[in-house]
Structures are given as C-alpha cells and as structure tokens.
C-alpha cells in the first residue's frame, strides 16, 4: 500500500519504501554535522543498511496504521522528511517530526509538508492531538509549530541526549479543532 500526499506543484509526501534507503542515508551523510546537532538519529546511521531498517519499522508502522513517516520529495528528489511517531490510538494523538537538507532550507518546504500531514492525520485518521518537541536553542524547527498556529506547552528539560550533550525540548500542540478553525 503506498501513501502519498501531493503538497503543492513539484512537492510530494511520500512514505518511505526500500528502495529510498540510498537516497536518505546519501542525505544524512551530506549533512551530517548540520543534522547531527539536532536529531539523535544522525549518529547511529553509518549505511545504507541503516536507513533500510529505519524504512522497514517505518513501513510496518505505517501497515499497523500507526502512522506514516514520508519522504519530502521537491522535483522528484528526496529533500527530507516528516513523519509520525507511533500513532496512540486509546487518546488519539502523534508526535510529529521533520527534517530538511541544509540547501532546501528557508523555501517554507517543511512548514507546507507539515501543514499536509496535520491535514492528513486531523482530517482523515480524526487524530485530536498531534505534538512537536524542537530543541529550544533550534530556532528554525521551532518557527515551523510557530507558524501553523500551534500552543507552546513548556519545556522538557535535558530531555533529548544529542550529538554528544542534553537538549532541553520545547513542547508545541495543536488540537483537531485548533487546526479546522485555522482552516476557515
């Protein structure tokens, strides 16, 4: 089953299959210490072979329906990511999460590629909640959350370890309601 949303002209979601895996570990590794500083994942991906595991727990999540994690596809090539952590259906909400290659920044792709997954998971799963956490100090991913309307809730002290030191989490939310009133 493949899952896709079409963002804008040229813009597509796409969920990750095995044949991606080259192309998002040759995009880790490009960016590396740029990614690194922020995403805990970046240390523990040194293949392809990695990326192909990240794409299988990713494919099965996405078959036990607990949420999509979608390549970010401009012009056909792979540009980042966003996507799902598991889905907790008892209370209805996900966190969310999203990257981008240092030379696809400030284009507003993550922020229209975000604003389609909470389309997608407020609209079609009827999620109530949907979460981002952002390093406090990581102005750019937190303006993301800023710029789709979501409530700053507080902040998770020390709560992520990454590249080598604590990262304190900023906390981001948005409601089902919240979002289809923003739509109007």
Excluded at 164 to 171: E, I, N, T, Y
Aim: net charge neutral.
């Amino acid at each position: 089953m493949m899952f896709q949303l079409d963002v804008a002209p040229g813009l597509t979601l796409r969920q990750f299959t095995l044949p991606d895996a080259e192309a998002v570990f040759a995009a880790a590794d490009r960016d590396r210490e740029y990614l690194r500083v922020w995403l805990p994942w970046v240390d523990q991906t040194h293949s392809a072979e990695d990326s192909r595991r990240f794409i299988r727990g990713a494919q099965a999540q996405f078959e036990a329906a607990l949420g999509p994690n979608c390549g970010i596809w401009s012009a056909g090539a792979l540009a980042g990511s966003v996507g799902c952590h598991t889905i907790d259906w008892s209370n209805r909400k996900c966190s969310i999460g999203y990257w981008v290659s240092a030379d696809m920044q400030g284009r507003g792709i993550v922020t229209r590629s975000v604003a389609a997954m909470l389309d997608y998971l407020f609209e079609d799963l009827q999620l109530h909640r949907v979460l981002i956490e952002c390093g406090t100090e990581n102005l750019k991913s937190c303006a993301v959350p800023q710029r789709l309307g979501f409530q700053r809730e507080g902040v998770a002290r020390q709560a992520e370890w990454v590249g080598g030191r604590w990262v304190d989490l900023v906390q981001w939310a948005m409601l089902r309601w919240e979002w289809a009133a923003r739509k109007k």
